[in-house]
C-alpha cells in the first residue's frame, strides 16, 4: 500500500486530508503542539524550527509528501529544501499547498494555471519561491494545488465569523474582491482522486464560479445563521479585484468541482 506523509496533518486542511486518505492508504502526518495527536502511532511530532524532518522521512519512505505546513516562512523554506532533496533522489512525489495569493498583483482577471504568478504581499512571495523550487524537479515529481479561500463547519475562518454573530460584532469584508472558494470536504475529494488517478502538474481547486467576498459572507450568515449580520466593509481599491483560480489546463471532472452554492449549503 502506497504511503503517505502528510506535513502539518493535525491542522484544519491536513487533518481533513488524513480522514480522507487514510482508509486508503498508509497514511502518516506530523503534529506540533496539538497534544491530542501524541498517542497515534501514525502520527510524528515535528517543530520546523527544530528541524528533524529527515528522520520522520527516512522512517516513513513515503511515495508521495503532502505539504500543508505553517509556521514561521523562513522555516518553512528550510523544511521544503529537505523536501525537494528527498524527493529528487528516492521515488517520490510531493504536492505543495498553495495559495491564490501567488497572484494577487492581477486584479483585472481570474487566474489560470499557468500564467505568470506576481505577488505584492508577503504571503504570496513565499508562496511564489517554494512554487519556483519545485518547478526545477523534473516533470512528474511535483503537484502544485493552488487553493482560494476555504471554508468548512470547523474552519477557523467559519468558527470567526460564528463568533462575531454570538458577540455581534461587525465582520471585516471586501465587496470589491471577486473570490471563488471550496471547503474542506471537497478538497479532500479532489485531492483523493489527483492521487489516484497519479496527476502531476498545477492544479486550481476552487468552485467553478466566482462571486465577491462580501456577497459570499453575506449568504453564508443568512444561510447558517438566519440573520442580516453586521458588516466593516474594507476597501483595498477602487476598482474591482480578483482573488480567484480557475482551471483551464487540469480540469477535474464536473462531479467534483463544487460551485460556490454547493460550498454553501454545506456549511449552512
Known sequence: MKSILILGGSGFIGNALYKELGPYFNTFGTFNNNLKFRDNKHFFQYDIEKGGLNDILNEVKPKLIISALRGRFNAQLDSHSCIIEYVKFNNCRVMFLSSANVF??????????????????????????????????????????????????????????????????????????????????????????????????????????????FDFIKTLVEKRHSKIGKYKHVFSTNNIRYLATLPKENKLPQYIQPSYNDILDELS
Open 104 to 213: 494577487d498583483s492581477f486584479r483585472h482577471y481570474p487566474s489560470y494555471e499557468y500564467d505568470k504568478t506576481l505577488s505584492e504581499s508577503i504571503y504570496g512571495h513565499f508562496k511564489i519561491k517554494i512554487e519556483n523550487q519545485l518547478m526545477n524537479l523534473p516533470i512528474g515529481k511535483f503537484i502544485i494545488i493552488r487553493l482560494p479561500m476555504i471554508f468548512g463547519i470547523n474552519a477557523p475562518r467559519t468558527q470567526d465569523i460564528d463568533k462575531a454573530i454570538i458577540e455581534n460584532k461587525a465582520i471585516e469584508v471586501f465587496p470589491n474582491t471577486i473570490i471563488n472558494v471550496n471547503s474542506d470536504v471537497r478538497l479532500s475529494q479532489q485531492i483523493h482522486y489527483i492521487i489516484n488517478h497519479k496527476k502531476t502538474g498545477i492544479f486550481h481547486l476552487g468552485s467553478t464560479d466566482l462571486i465577491s467576498h
